[in-house]
């Protein structure tokens, strides 16, 4: 990573929006291409990641979220920690001397002739970068899918999850039927925490974690996690929430909720950049084989930007190999040859087994968790 000292706004080869783990590996495929790119973020190195619950463990092993051939230390149980893959990712970024501009927010880009102009608010002020080519890496988790009921953004209701040691004791309210919902009430019911969990639908999702699924069953069966399925909000008020079962309403009483109905991009920001999102689901078109937006010339989308309200696809293991799709395209259209010293195995390229990831046509994504 750069010192502060830097302040040029380009012209750059390339401006990567985001620095996650999909940004910082554009970015290095960027380098090791010979251009000269630009990483802007608007918090901090892995933001969404940052903002995972503070005692995560990654489902996944930790060579499929290596990026740049950097291998990835974990502990003796060979699942990475938040805190494990926060490391990495800065660490990488400061070996490979990326230019990340941190808490830099970009609010729209505009394609004057070749180039783009990228308007950025700053601690510094406003600021306008330029590039001739644009990588959107923004991820999804900025955005939660709401319920859009009164008392939705009171300050006890949160559409993210940290840790359960302040609510030991507490009533805790946990809204959704997905992993994060339903680790988030495990790991409250356990440091003490009295739980009521609500779910819209019949049974919880398909994609809840097989060796979890078990566990909130029986605790749920146990009366040791209160369950109202097929239910809604239809209220959050200071001390109570009204719910909703089949035409019935009632009410629960609590002193902190979690909001955990999973994410979305920004469909306002995209527009900003020239895109037409879906109105449905949000999804961009792009090129499948090159992640080009259909919409704007030059433009790319990384990873799950692209997705929509689709997020169960693309995770960090796949969707890092944007990047060397993105990056592959760039250079043919610009007539460079790949690097001699592309790496490909582990960490960039292919899969530690040989396998290959398709990124499916649809545009999809979540969270590796």
Same mark, same amino acid.
């Given at each position: 990573?750069? *010192? ?12 990567? /929006? ?7 590996? %554009? ?30 463990? @990654? @489902?996944?092993?930790?060579? &499929? ?34 230019? /990340? ?5 970009? &609010? ?11 308007? /950025? ?14 990588? &959107? ?42 992993? $994060? ?18 779910? +819209?639908?019949?049974? @919880? ?8 699924? *078990?566990?909130?069953?029986? +605790? ?29 309403? =009632? ?6 909720? =979690? ?9 306002? =920001? ?20 090159? %992640? ?11 990873? $799950? ?15 890092? =190999? ?20 592309? *790496? ?6 292919? &899969? ?18």
């Amino acid at each position: 990573m750069l *010192p502060e000292t830097r302040r040029s706004t380009g012209p750059f080869d390339i401006a990567i /929006v985001g620095a996650g783990p999909v940004g910082l590996a %554009c970015g290095i495929a960027a380098k090791r291409h010979g251009y000269d790119a630009v990483l802007i973020e608007k918090g901090c190195i892995a933001d969404s990641v940052f903002r995972f619950p503070t005692n995560m463990t @990654f @489902f996944t092993t930790p060579e &499929l979220m290596e990026i740049g051939n950097h291998p990835l230390i974990t502990g003796p149980h060979n699942k990475p920690t938040r805190g494990e893959a926060l490391d990495y990712y800065r660490s990488v970024t400061r070996v490979e001397a990326l230019d /990340v501009r941190t808490y830099e927010r970009v &609010l729209r880009l505009e394609r004057r002739d070749q180039s783009f102009a990228l308007d /950025v608010e700053s601690r510094d002020g406003p600021k306008t970068y330029e590039a001739r080519r644009v990588i &959107l890496a923004t991820g999804y988790y900025d955005d939660p899918n709401r319920l859009d009921v009164p008392g939705e953004d009171l300050p006890h209701v949160s559409h993210y999850y940290t840790e359960a040691h302040p609510y030991a004791g507490r009533r805790v309210l946990v809204v959704g039927g997905k992993n $994060s919902a339903v680790e988030a009430a495990l790991d409250l019911f356990r440091h003490d925490a009295h739980v009521t969990l609500v779910h +819209r639908g019949v049974h @919880f999702g398909k994609g809840v974690k097989y060796w979890i699924l *078990p566990d909130i069953e029986n +605790r749920i069966q146990a009366g040791e996690i209160r369950a109202w399925f097929e239910t809604v909000v239809r209220e959050i008020r200071e001390r109570e929430v009204e719910l909703e079962q089949h035409g019935t309403t =009632f009410t629960e009483r609590f002193d902190q909720g =979690f909001l955990l109905t999973g994410y979305h991009p920004d469909p306002d =920001f995209l527009r900003a950049c020239g895109l037409e999102p879906d109105p449905v689901t949000l999804a961009v078109a792009i090129d499948p084989e090159t %992640c080009e937006s259909r919409d704007v010339p030059d433009l790319y989308l990384a990873g $799950s930007a692209s997705a929509g309200r689709a997020t169960g696809m693309i995770f960090i293991e796949n969707g890092r =190999f944007d990047a060397d799709r993105i990056l592959a395209h760039i250079a043919k259209t610009d007539g460079r040859e790949a690097p001699a010293s592309q *790496p490909t195995g582990r960490g960039f390229g292919a &899969l530690p087994n040989g396998a290959s990831i398709t990124r499916p046509r649809g545009g999809a994504s979540g969270a590796s968790r």
